[in-house]
């Protein structure tokens, strides 16, 4: 239908392509040929200064499937990238709110991700864009293009905190392009639950921050929300039907709600970033909070032996709010919302309670990027919560076979 | 002129140029030859007394150069214009300088009796009738210069009883009369100017023309290029634009495609070297964003995909980029299918927007718009459009040209230079006027509205039937103008540093190192000066481009050359 150029003199050196299994890491890659609304890094791939940016990669793939996965950042640079390159016709501006990224490569929209920073730590928030590309999809003549940008459509109003112009300021740390072997597509069965940090580190999840190297479990939804991704093949079993997730919410204690987000962390047994002075400032500075401290720890708060018996403590209150999620269920005071990024049509969600978690279901069929966020209807939750917020955070990631239902997740985890 | 290098810089330039241009010119003679100076960047009027001094080895004459400013070039384009600086130039070149915008200031205010010109010391006579121009010629002028210096597309509503209006056409008829007391009385050998539009160029073009004397239209890229119109040569067109179009193109038909064979891999370096926007023409932009890197048409089509997504065009349909030029630059110099180029691209947008949904429209602003209109032009049309589906409206400095290269399949403008390099690459462009190149072969030319029309229509209906609206023969010329332009017609001299040395100190020095340090016969400037002048060639040549055996000993002798 369209023009055919001719791009081609007799002059055109032979372009350089990035060998399988490859990563690409640095913007002086010769592989990196095309760039459009990136700026070229030299210790990383580099940085997309517009709302919507592209890079495009040669692949010497020969026909293969392929996995694409890549590490994204928002850090404090992003941030200031935000201001200084957004026009400023744009409002609100939120430099610092979560990023709502979407990742179009070979014309479909493939993945998205959610980042956001802890608003204490300040350290840098991380995700990984991952897809699978047919062997017909990445012609060997052709490109791989990564497309990044923000959803077009209208989002909820949980999501009003989110940047506009998301991409912009984005590092992308690294891109590493791996052939699927054959088997990968059938599927292995033992994988099929992950712990939520594991869910995430495969693309599958995306909750704002991907977890520290080591962490296992369950992650914290800061926004409320996370992301769905189609889930990587080689993740997936052939029979599962459907894709069960598992959240749980306890009530923030009284200290939670008021502490500073370090000691939150140092609470729960996590690192706290910049190192113990830090928490000793910030301890004095919580003086007055001790005693209601002390009241719910139930210990003096002599600081040496303070982590360990916070952290038993933590263990009780955990068990804490099992009930929490029934009882606002029951009072229908939860609300749950999924909309899917590339239709922009919301979703209705097939959503229980049980052991006191929300298990939600989807069908794997339908995963196409899909935001979810939880929450609760503030004036029917308001007599159940009082004025403690509720901490949401993903346990866990199923799949399900058809007609099987979501089961506690004791017996699930045995199954393997 | 504008001096951007430091006093101490250009005076030891003027000495040096002082002792260079003395000693290789012949003596004054009775001859004349008019140069202009009006523009500020002294590489402009650097190339005018370069070429008018090679003339003086020719022919023993005298240089009258004409400078000076006003308020509305002032308020329009100028930063920091300075005749002191024009003065001493002319005295290195051995010219002379007469100030016509200060002469017309005087006599438009003065009372009675006329301030006289003394050029060389001789009284010039008045002619009687003042000035001979045609009225119509006189009044095109003045539109073009009023919507040049106040910035804007077109005439205003009721500009008849506007004051400024009048104020412009006053002052055009005075310009008019003053070059046509210079042309009359000094009968000169030749006049060499940088531009040939406006009132106080267009003007002493069209007195030059009415009275026999060629014009040498220098042009401000490269190294040393200029056009040169000789009136006995003429094909009877009414512009010079127009005459030096047809001129060029049977040039180039006749002796470049002759020869196709041998500039074969000269045209395909040029080519080569243009996607990565090497030696690229002065007023395109440079970056990173002006490269191509796309090599084939599957990664285009990759890339489109997303493309058309961003723009929320419909991936079926063809892509058609129309290039709004400055709407303000240079109105009517050439020939042009519409009354203007914002009739043209009111026209070509409200065309768009009927045709439906056949093809998705991108609408490309000039990126130095804001130079050239102050009435927000583009911006009005694209709020006015806004709500027509598969149509766009954007600076084109926000459309790389990978994005650019990646969608577009028809390419529209009236004499923009996308039309030159588009083609090379084999994508066809559609030209509502014309240009340089435009009687080369390259592009699709609408004469009238009519015909514009149907034949965006049928291009577009092509585009649908799968049809190639380009052929091979089009992209081989296509290529071949770009060599042309870019290497055979600019001349390589020691005395014309290339445009993109800039005009500051630097250039200076280069330039003074030249003529202190290298003998100067036989410099390309002089032989090329001499070959155009004595050939009455339409152009300055870098070599022989009529002689086989010049352009074979040229290019690398690599390739088996068959003629025929």
């Known amino acids: 239908m369209s023009t055919k150029p001719r791009f081609t003199t007799d002059f055109d050196l032979p372009v350089t392509a990035l060998e399988l299994p490859g990563m690409v890491v640095s913007g002086r890659d010769p592989a990196v040929r095309i760039v459009d609304g990136f700026a070229r890094g030299i210790g990383i791939v580099g940085r997309f200064t517009a709302s919507t940016g592209m890079l495009a990669v040669k692949v010497e793939a020969h026909g293969a499937a392929v996995r694409v996965e890549t590490l994204v950042r928002l850090d404090a640079k992003a941030i200031q990238w935000w201001g200084r390159k957004v026009p400023a016709d744009v409002q609100p501006r939120i430099p610092e709110g979560a990023r709502l990224l979407l990742l179009h490569s070979q014309g479909a929209l493939r993945a998205a991700a959610l980042l956001s920073r802890r608003k204490w730590t300040r350290g840098p928030a991380r995700a990984w864009l991952s897809f699978d590309l047919a062997g017909d999809e990445l012609p060997d003549d052709g490109l791989l293009v990564f497309n990044l940008e923000e959803p077009v459509l209208d989002l909820p109003s949980w999501a009003d905190g989110f940047s506009r112009h998301a991409s912009v300021g984005i590092a992308v740390m690294r891109m590493q392009i791996t052939p699927l072997a054959p088997q990968a597509t059938a599927g292995r069965r033992s994988l099929s639950v992950l712990d939520a940090a594991s869910s995430e580190r495969s693309g599958m999840l995306s909750t704002g921050d991907l977890p520290a190297i080591d962490a296992t479990g369950t992650r914290p939804l800061p926004t409320g929300a996370f992301l769905l991704n189609p889930p990587p093949c080689g993740l997936r079993p052939q029979e599962a039907s459907s894709l069960v997730v598992q959240v749980e919410a306890h009530r923030a204690t009284r200290i939670q709600s008021t502490l500073p987000y370090p000691l939150v962390r140092l609470l729960e047994g996590g690192p706290v970033g910049r190192g113990r002075r830090r928490v000793r400032r910030l301890g004095k500075r919580l003086r007055p909070l001790r005693a209601a401290a002390a009241r719910e720890v139930r210990t003096e708060l002599k600081m040496p032996k303070v982590p360990a018996a916070i952290e038993k403590k933590i263990r009780t209150w955990r068990s804490e709010p099992k009930g929490i999620i029934a009882r606002l269920g029951k009072a229908e005071a939860l609300s749950v919302e999924a909309v899917w990024l590339d239709s922009g049509m919301s979703m209705p969600v097939d959503y229980d309670f049980v052991g006191g978690r929300l298990v939600l279901r989807f069908a794997v069929a339908h995963i196409g990027p899909i935001l979810v966020h939880v929450g609760v209807i503030a004036d029917r939750a308001a007599p159940l919560l009082g004025n403690r917020p509720l901490n949401w955070q993903v346990r866990e990631v199923r799949f399900a076979e058809a007609g099987k239902t979501g089961q506690p997740a004791g017996e699930v985890q045995g199954s393997p | ?564």
């Open chain 2, 1 to 564: 002129v504008r001096l951007l290098a430091s006093p101490t810089e250009y005076g030891e330039y003027l000495a040096a140029a002082e002792t260079y241009w003395r000693t290789n010119t012949l003596p004054v003679g009775p001859a004349w030859i008019i140069v202009e100076a009006l523009h500020q960047d002294i590489r402009v009027t650097l190339r005018n007394l370069t070429v008018a001094n090679s003339l003086r080895r020719l022919m023993s004459a005298r240089v009258l150069v004409v400078t000076g400013t006003d308020n509305d070039w002032f308020e329009a384009m100028w930063t920091r214009f300075d005749v002191n600086h024009v003065r001493r130039l002319c005295q290195a070149f051995g010219a002379e300088m007469l100030d016509v915008h200060e002469l017309v200031d005087s006599r438009l205010n003065a009372d009675g009796q006329q301030p006289a010109i003394f050029v060389g010391g001789v009284l010039l006579d008045e002619p009687p009738a003042g000035t001979s121009i045609d009225r119509a010629v006189l009044d095109a002028n003045v539109e073009a210069t009023f919507c040049r210096v106040k910035r804007m597309p077109r005439l205003p509503e009721g500009f008849a009883n506007d004051p400024e209006h009048a104020r412009v056409h006053r002052r055009s008829e005075e310009f008019s009369k003053v070059y046509e007391q210079l042309i009359v009385g000094l009968k000169p050998i030749a006049l060499v100017t940088s531009h040939v539009d406006y009132n106080q160029w267009g003007l002493a073009v069209e007195s030059a023309i009415r009275h026999g004397t060629p014009v040498i239209h220098t042009q401000q890229t490269g190294s040393l290029k200029a056009y040169a119109f000789f009136p006995d040569k003429t094909v009877g067109l009414p512009t010079l634009r127009a005459e030096m179009t047809q001129q060029i193109g049977a040039y180039f038909n006749h002796h470049v495609w002759r020869n196709r064979k041998t500039l074969r891999r000269s045209a395909e370096l040029v080519a080569w070297r243009s996607k990565a926007n090497l030696g690229r023409p002065s007023w395109w932009r440079g970056g990173a964003a002006a490269s191509a890197e796309l090599t084939n048409a599957v990664e285009r089509e990759q890339m489109r995909l997303h493309i058309l997504h961003r723009f929320g065009f419909d991936p079926a349909a063809p892509v058609v980029v129309v290039f709004n030029h400055a709407v303000s630059d240079a109105l009517g110099t050439n020939y042009e299918s519409f009354a203007g180029l914002a009739e043209w691209f009111e026209q070509t947008v409200q065309f768009a927007s009927l045709s439906g949904t056949k093809a998705n429209w991108l609408m490309l602003d000039h990126p130095s718009q804001r130079l050239y209109d102050t009435t927000g032009f583009f911006e009005g049309l694209k709020a006015a459009y806004a709500d027509v589906p598969r149509m766009a409206f954007l600076p084109s400095q926000k459309v790389p040209k990978n994005i650019l290269w990646s969608i577009i399949d028809l390419g529209v403008t009236v004499r923009g230079s996308v039309s030159n390099e588009l083609p090379a690459y084999g994508i066809p462009v559609i030209q509502a006027g014309w240009s340089e190149w435009s009687a080369c072969g390259l592009s699709l030319l609408a004469e009238d509205p009519d015909s514009y029309r149907a034949l965006l229509t049928a291009s577009i209906e092509g585009l649908y039937r799968g049809e190639a609206l380009i052929t091979d023969e089009q992209i081989e010329r296509a290529r071949l103008w770009l060599w042309f332009y870019r290497c055979g017609t600019d001349v390589v001299s020691p005395l014309v540093p290339t445009w993109h040395d800039g005009d500051r100190g630097p250039m200076l020095r280069s330039l003074r190192i030249s003529m202190r340090a290298v003998e100067s016969d036989g410099d390309p400037a002089y032989t090329a000066v001499a070959r155009m002048w004595d050939r009455k060639e339409p152009f300055l040549t870098r070599f022989d481009l009529t002689s086989d055996d010049a352009v074979s000993h040229a290019v690398p002798r690599m390739h088996v050359i068959r003629t025929g």
